[in-house]
T-cell receptor, first 116, second 113 residues
Framework: AQKVTQAQTEISVVEKEDVTLDCVYE???????LFWYKQPPSGELVFLIR??????QNEISGRYSWNFQKSTSSFNFTITASQVVDSAVYFC?????????????FGKGTRLHILP | KAGVTQTPRYLIKTRGQQVTLSCSPI?????VSWYQQTPGQGLQFLFE???????NKGNFPGRFSGRQFSNSRSEMNVSTLELGDSALYLC????????????FGPGTRLTVT
């Protein structure tokens, strides 16, 4: 069965600090996709990144970076020099590539507070 | 390109009533998924439609149903509303060439009293 665990329910950091959001996943498939979504206070989920299981290269996009490690089934997300606008709920998610449909399993989310 | 739109944004219903929520996907997107979001259960998959066919359904009772039209617009219906159905209902559309990369609407906040 597939499962996504985000052990950190809520995190608070002071602005400009770096923060890492953890994500651990379970799947029996060898081919799958991992995602991160952001849900700001407005409520609309925003797609941040997709990574397929064959691409373990870390990715950096501005202040955001992602560390994918198949050996530990983790896909962690780091925000460098955090800003108040980064305050949101962040969801890690998984989709199995063998599926014909587009079902995504989400973790419970991590609520991130960036304090000014 | 216009984003995913959902109507209505807010809805208040009483127990026992039924409700229909609407979702218009991004132009060109043929897959539409629905999710229920509650503080306790998080984001839970309801169902996904592609080309007017339901491809998958989550673990929800039969009171939850949906459909998709030929223009890819989708509706979901909840009959015999219960207090526990109060939630944010999110619709997402995707281009199947970008597997799993879903674009979400602002959601419909349903309150059942």
């Amino acid at each position: 069965a597939q499962k996504v665990t985000q052990a950190q329910t809520e995190i608070s950091v002071v602005e400009k600090e770096d923060v890492t959001l953890d994500c651990v996943y379970e799947t029996r498939d060898t081919t799958y996709y991992l995602f991160w979504y952001k849900q700001p206070p407005s409520g609309e989920l925003v797609f941040l990144i997709r990574r397929n299981s064959f691409d373990e290269q870390n990715e950096i996009s501005g202040r955001y970076s992602w560390n994918f490690q198949k050996s530990t089934s983790s896909f962690n997300f780091t925000i460098t020099a955090s800003q108040v606008v980064d305050s949101a709920v962040y969801f890690c998610a998984l989709s199995e590539a063998v599926r014909r449909d587009d079902k995504i399993i989400f973790g419970k989310g991590t609520r991130l507070h960036i304090l000014p | 390109k216009a984003g995913v739109t959902q109507t209505p944004r807010y809805l208040i219903k009483t127990r026992g009533q039924q409700v229909t929520l609407s979702c218009s996907p991004i132009s060109g997107h043929r897959s539409v998924s629905w999710y229920q979001q509650t503080p306790g259960q998080g984001l839970q998959f309801l169902f996904e439609y592609f080309s007017e066919t339901q491809r998958n359904k989550g673990n929800f009772p039969g009171r939850f149903s949906g459909r998709q039209f030929s223009n890819s617009r989708s509706e979901m219906n909840v009959s015999t509303l219960e207090l526990g159905d109060s939630a944010l209902y999110l619709c997402a559309s995707s281009n199947t060439r970008a597997r799993g990369e879903q674009y979400f609407g602002p959601g419909t906040r349903l309150t059942v009293t």
